[in-house]
């Protein structure tokens, strides 16, 4: 599993999301993929919502292998938090580079 794909993967969907203004989308996205407690629940969670995503008009590319398969629990377990980690590391950089700059929360 390469931890820096997937991390960079989580990071560039997040961002994409919050640059669109799509915040309550991505908290809907944190919230199911948080809610995926089998190895296929995350991975269809994560097809889905790219579907949504690019019906939305926007594109996050191509989902990881290292997303798709899993060779066993602990590999699904350790991608499950990377991934969660990272989005929700993504949006708290976000409110605080709103904050900063004197905006307001979305």
């Keep these: 599993m ?3 794909r997937i991390r960079g993967w989580a990071w560039n969907v997040a961002n994409k999301l919050i640059e669109a203004g799509e915040i309550k989308t991505l908290d809907r996205f944190l919230t199911d993929l ?3 407690n089998l190895p296929h629940e995350f991975a269809n969670t994560i097809i889905n ?4 995503f690019k019906k939305s008009g926007i594109d ?3 989902i990881p292998f290292d997303l798709q398969y899993f060779s066993n629990i602990t590999e ?3 991608a499950k938090a990377v991934v969660t980690a990272t989005i929700y590391n993504a949006k708290i950089q976000s ?3 709103t904050q900063k700059e004197g905006g307001q929360e979305k």
């Design 2 to 4: 390469d931890v820096e």
């Design 34 to 36: 948080r809610s995926a």
């Design 49 to 52: 919502n790219m579907t949504v």
């Design 60 to 62: 996050v590319g191509e």
């Design 76 to 78: 699904f377990k350790q």
């Design 95 to 97: 409110e605080r580079r």
